[in-house]
C-alpha cells in the first residue's frame, strides 16, 4: 500500500514512511492511494477481540512492517484499557447505543489511535536507530493522550501546545503532571486554530523538520484516521443485525478526523447508512453541511472545549476523496480557504453526512435528559450528539470522553460529581507548564533546545 498527498505534489510513500512524516512537504495530508474493500471479509471479523480485528484491518494499509511484528504491536496498544472490550457498545433503549470510546490511560477517544501511534514510533526509533521529536497541538485530549502513549520512551521527546485557559483544568493535569522529563506542555496564547496554524508552519520547515526529526501526532497522521476506523468496524459489527444497515452514527466532531474515519470505513465496503456531524457553538462544520458554505469565524470558548475549532484539517481528506481524487483542485480550494477563510461550494456534496449543532445554554439540559431518561451520564461533547436524535430509527452515539473529565458541568448539570481514581491522583501533582508565545520563531527555538 502506497500513500499520496491530497494536494499531489508529494511522491508516494509507504506506510511507514508516511506516518514518520505526517505532514505531507507540499502540505497535504497523506491518503491511502487505494482504499481496500472489506466487503468480502465482514462475516469472517464477526466475534473477533478487539485487538484482533485491528490486527486484521491495519494488514491491508501497514504493509511494510511485517505480520509478526504488526500483530503484538497492534496487541501491545490495548493492554492499558479498563474495559476488555476496548470499545464497548452499551444499548441504552432498542434503538438507541452508545460506543464507549473513553477507557483508555487518559480517559478519551484519541487513546484508541495514540496508544497505537506510540508503538509505531518506538518501532521506527528501533529499526532505523533514529530518536523522533513528537510535536502537536491539542484543544483539550489529543495532547494527554498523545504524551501517554510516548511518555518515558527512550529516544523520544514529546511537544505539545494548547490553548492558555481553554482547556480543562484536569485536561490540563493530565499533560502537564506526568513527571516525565521527556514531556513538554506549551500553554500559548490564542485558540487552538491558532496553534495548529502554527505546528503547520513549523511542519513546513523543510530543514527544521528533517534536522530534528519531526513526527506528528495529530490527526492529520494517516495512522490516527486508519486505527479510529476500526472502532467503527468492532461497533457495526455487534449492532443487531437488522440495524446494521439503517444505524445513523452520531459523532461529537471539532476538527473532522473522527467521523472521517467512520465515512472512509464506509467507503471500503462496510455498509453503514450515515454519519451525523455533531458541533457545539463553534459549528462551521455542520454550517458546512447546511449551507455548503465553508467560513471560518472566531473560536467560541464552551463547555464542551475539544470542540472548540473552526478549521477542521480532515475536511481536506473528505474534499480530496468526493472530488474524484482531484488534488489540483483540492490545493486550489484549501489555498483560498487560507487566504480568504471562505470557500462556496458549488453543489457540494454532502454524501451521507448530516449535522446538528449545539450551545452552551442546551448541553447541561441534554446531561440531564439523558441521565432522566437512561439512567447514563454524558461529557458535555457527547452531549452535543444526543441533540436532534430521531428515535424512530437506529443511532449509535460516539462518547468521546469520561464525564469524570468535566466535572463542574456534569455536577452543574445532574447534582453528581463523577471522578476517576486516575484524575483524582493528578490533583496533588505540581504542574509543569511552559507558556510562550503563539509564533513559529519562539516554538522552534523551545524545541531547538529541547530536542533528542
Known amino acids: 500500500m502506497r500513500y499520496v498527498s491530497t494536494r499531489g505534489g508529494t511522491p508516494s510513500l509507504g506506510f511507514s514512511d508516511a506516518v514518520a512524516a505526517g505532514l505531507a512537504p507540499d502540505g497535504g495530508l497523506f491518503v491511502p492511494e487505494e482504499l481496500p474493500n472489506f466487503s468480502g471479509e465482514l462475516a469472517g471479523f464477526v466475534g473477533l477481540p478487539y485487538a484482533e480485528l485491528c490486527f486484521r484491518f491495519l494488514r491491508r494499509f501497514a504493509?511494510?512492517?511485517?505480520?509478526?511484528?504488526?500483530?503484538?504491536?497492534?496487541?501491545?496498544?490495548?493492554?492499558?484499557?479498563?474495559?476488555?472490550?476496548?470499545?464497548?457498545?452499551?444499548?441504552?433503549?432498542?434503538?438507541l447505543?452508545?460506543?464507549?470510546?473513553?477507557?483508555?490511560?487518559?480517559?478519551?477517544?484519541?487513546?484508541?489511535?495514540?496508544?497505537?501511534?506510540?508503538?509505531?514510533y518506538a518501532r521506527q526509533c528501533s529499526t532505523r536507530g533514529e530518536a523522533i521529536n513528537a510535536l502537536g497541538a491539542t484543544s483539550g485530549d489529543t495532547g494527554a493522550a498523545a504524551i501517554h502513549g510516548l511518555m518515558g520512551r527512550p529516544g523520544v521527546a514529546i511537544f505539545i501546545l494548547y490553548p492558555d485557559g481553554r482547556i480543562s483544568p484536569l485536561q490540563e493535569r493530565q499533560m502537564?503532571?506526568?513527571?516525565?522529563?521527556?514531556?513538554?506542555?506549551?500553554?500559548?496564547?490564542?485558540s487552538?486554530?491558532?496553534?495548529?496554524?502554527?505546528?503547520?508552519?513549523?511542519?513546513?520547515?523543510?530543514?527544521?523538520?528533517?534536522?530534528?526529526?519531526?513526527?506528528?501526532?495529530?490527526?492529520?497522521?494517516?495512522?490516527?484516521i486508519l486505527a479510529q476506523s476500526v472502532y467503527y468496524l468492532y461497533a457495526w459489527l455487534r449492532l443487531p443485525g437488522k440495524q446494521q444497515e439503517t444505524a445513523e452514527f452520531v459523532v461529537p466532531t471539532g476538527n473532522f478526523g473522527n467521523v472521517l474515519s467512520g465515512w472512509m470505513l464506509q467507503k471500503m465496503g462496510v455498509p453503514i447508512r450515515g454519519f451525523r456531524v455533531a458541533t457545539n457553538q463553534?459549528?462551521?462544520?455542520?454550517?458546512?453541511?447546511?449551507?455548503?458554505?465553508?467560513?471560518?469565524?472566531?473560536?467560541?470558548?464552551?463547555?464542551?472545549?475539544?470542540?472548540?475549532?473552526?478549521?477542521?484539517?480532515?475536511?481536506?481528506?473528505?474534499?480530496?476523496?468526493?472530488?474524484?481524487?482531484?488534488?489540483?483542485?483540492?490545493?486550489s480550494t484549501m489555498g483560498e480557504i487560507k487566504a480568504s477563510g471562505?470557500?462556496?461550494?458549488?453543489?457540494?456534496?454532502?454524501?451521507?453526512?448530516?449535522?446538528?449543532?449545539?450551545?452552551?445554554?442546551?448541553?447541561?439540559?441534554?446531561?440531564?435528559?439523558?441521565?432522566?431518561?437512561?439512567?447514563?451520564?454524558?461529557?458535555?461533547?457527547?452531549?452535543?450528539?444526543?441533540?436532534?436524535?430521531?428515535?424512530?430509527?437506529?443511532?449509535v452515539v460516539l462518547a468521546t470522553a469520561n464525564p469524570a473529565k468535566f466535572p463542574e458541568t456534569i455536577r452543574a448539570a445532574i447534582g453528581i460529581e463523577p471522578r476517576h481514581p486516575s484524575l483524582e491522583a493528578l490533583k496533588t501533582l505540581p504542574v509543569v507548564r511552559y507558556k510562550i508565545v503563539a509564533d513559529a520563531g519562539a516554538i522552534r527555538g523551545f524545541i531547538e533546545a529541547r530536542a533528542v
Do not use: W
Not at 500483530?71 to 479498563?82: C, G, H, K, N, Q
Open 63 to 95: 504493509t511494510d512492517i511485517p505480520e509478526e511484528e504488526l500483530r503484538p504491536l497492534v496487541a501491545r496498544s490495548y493492554t492499558r484499557f479498563d474495559s476488555a472490550d476496548v470499545a464497548p457498545l452499551v444499548e441504552l433503549a432498542p434503538n
Open 97 to 120: 447505543h452508545v460506543l464507549e470510546l473513553f477507557h483508555g490511560p487518559t480517559l478519551a477517544f484519541k487513546d484508541i489511535a495514540l496508544q497505537l501511534l506510540g508503538n509505531l
Open 176 to 190: 502537564a503532571c506526568t513527571g516525565a522529563s521527556n514531556v513538554h506542555a506549551l500553554a500559548i496564547d490564542g
Open 192 to 224: 487552538f486554530d491558532r496553534a495548529q496554524a502554527v505546528l503547520k508552519e513549523i511542519f513546513a520547515d523543510g530543514a527544521f523538520r528533517a534536522r530534528h526529526r519531526l513526527a506528528a501526532v495529530n490527526s492529520i497522521n494517516i495512522a490516527r
Open 282 to 331: 463553534n459549528d462551521i462544520l455542520h454550517r458546512l453541511f447546511t449551507t455548503g458554505e465553508y467560513r471560518v469565524g472566531d473560536v467560541k470558548p464552551s463547555l464542551a472545549p475539544s470542540m472548540d475549532i473552526q478549521v477542521a484539517s480532515n475536511f481536506e481528506r473528505f474534499l480530496y476523496y468526493s472530488s474524484g481524487r482531484d488534488a489540483e483542485q483540492v490545493k
Open 342 to 395: 471562505v470557500y462556496r461550494f458549488q453543489n457540494f456534496n454532502r454524501d451521507t453526512f448530516t449535522s446538528s449543532r449545539c450551545t452552551d445554554a442546551e448541553i447541561p439540559g441534554i446531561i440531564r435528559r439523558v441521565h432522566e431518561a437512561y439512567g447514563y451520564v454524558v461529557d458535555p461533547h457527547t452531549a452535543c450528539a444526543f441533540q436532534e436524535l430521531d428515535s424512530s430509527r437506529p443511532s
